[in-house]
């Protein structure tokens, strides 16, 4: 079992930057592929990035490469999402999730309870 807490959500201005943490229990962290998704009101939970548990491999859609990066302490048993320049669009729920078959996170094994980022002038 593998309980995820996110934080570091919040309201920002568009072009700001924000980091967002997840903290994992359990001993298990560094066997588990960790990513982020987010959920917009109104739309379906979408893929955010995704980190290998090895931390060499990273995965991310177009609408956030060269603005997001995803890391990963595997001593800290914490998992880690630089948003800069960010834009209202990016306004969501932001869920922590875990795979541990999967490095792209193609299937989700646990989630966070999520943490809200708003991005608003």
């Known amino acids: 079992q593998v309980q995820l807490v996110e934080s570091g959500g919040g309201l920002v201005q568009p072009g700001d930057s924000l980091r967002l943490s997840c903290a994992a229990s359990?001993?298990?962290?560094?066997?588990?592929?960790m990513g982020w998704f987010r959920q917009a009101p109104g739309k379906e939970r979408e893929f955010v990035a995704a980190i290998s548990s090895s931390g060499g491999s990273t995965y991310y859609p177009e609408f956030v490469k060269g603005r997001f990066t995803i890391s990963r302490d595997n001593a800290k048993n914490t998992v880690y999402l630089q948003m800069n320049s960010l834009k209202p669009e990016d306004t969501a729920v932001y869920y922590c999730a875990a795979s541990y078959s999967y490095s792209d996170l193609r299937e989700v094994d646990y989630w966070g309870q999520g943490t809200q980022v708003t991005v608003s002038s």
């Open positions: 359990g001993r298990t962290f560094s066997f588990y592929a």
